[in-house]
T-cell receptor, first 115, second 111 residues
Framework: AQSVTQLGSHVSVSEGALVLLRCNYS??????LFWYVQYPNQGLQLLLK????ATLVKGINGFEAEFKKSETSFHLTKPSAHMSDAAEYFC?????????????WGLGTSLAVNP | DAGVIQSPRHEVTEMGQEVTLRCKPI?????LFWYRQTMMRGLELLIY????????DSGMPEDRFSAKMPNASFSTLKIQPSEPRDSAVYFC?????????FGPGTRLTVT
């Protein structure tokens, strides 16, 4: 069965520092992987997605993620944090072939950016 | 593209009352999802539809919850009777493939 683990429910970085949010997945089929961002009092917004093309995926707002099959990981990074990056970040993996529109979600990581 | 539209944005009701949440998916999308988000339980999938047909309702908490999708452009999530523990933000999302597009949510408070 598919599952997602996000390591660290809260991450705090200084403005200008590297952002690294960790996501590990388990999947019985070749996965599609997603990162979403949720700003306060808003819905979730797609940051980027991996769909079996390039393993390094670039998204919006300077974020990128690398698919590593050997490590079953899809960590999200940004070279330099900005105050506006403070939000909740969710990693998700596609469901199994029988339930192929469903996404399996991680519990989320809250990112705080300190001045 | 108007995005996914949800109404109302905020709902405050008393315990025992019926609550109906509404969702209009993005035109052309054929899958629709209802989620609930709380601090304690995070983001939970309640039910999803494909081509207006419920595919997976295993996340619906109990019989007090029901969802319908009478046509491709409208869905409702009903709670009857409502209880304080139903207080949460309810999101609707739609998709054409795997990428889901979320609405702004309905914040429900049951007193």
């Amino acid at each position: 069965a598919q599952s997602v683990t996000q390591l660290g429910s809260h991450v705090s970085v200084s403005e200008g520092a590297l952002v690294l949010l960790r996501c590990n997945y388990s999947s019985s089929v070749p996965p599609y992987l997603f990162w979403y961002v949720q700003y306060p009092n808003q819905g979730l917004q797609l940051l980027l997605k991996y769909t079996s093309a390039a393993t390094l995926v670039k998204g919006i707002n300077g974020f990128e993620a690398e698919f590593k099959k050997s490590e079953t990981s899809f960590h999200l990074t940004k070279p330099s944090a900005h105050m506006s990056d403070a939000a909740e970040y969710f990693c998700a993996v596609s469901g199994d072939a029988g339930n192929n529109r469903k996404l399996i979600w991680g519990l989320g990581t809250s990112l705080a950016v300190n001045p | 593209d108007a995005g996914v539209i949800q109404s109302p944005r905020h709902e405050v009701t008393e315990m025992g009352q019926e609550v109906t949440l509404r969702c209009k998916p993005i035109s052309g999308h054929n899958s629709l999802f209802w989620y609930r988000q709380t601090m304690m339980r995070g983001l939970e999938l309640l039910i999803y539809f494909n081509n207006n047909v419920p595919i997976d309702d295993s996340g619906m908490p109990e019989d007090r919850f029901s969802a319908k999708m009478p046509n491709a452009s409208f869905s409702t999530l009903k709670i009857q009777p409502s209880e304080p523990r139903d207080s949460a933000v309810y999101f609707c999302a739609s998709s054409l493939a795997l990428e889901q597009h979320f609405g702004p949510g309905t914040r429900l408070t049951v007193t």
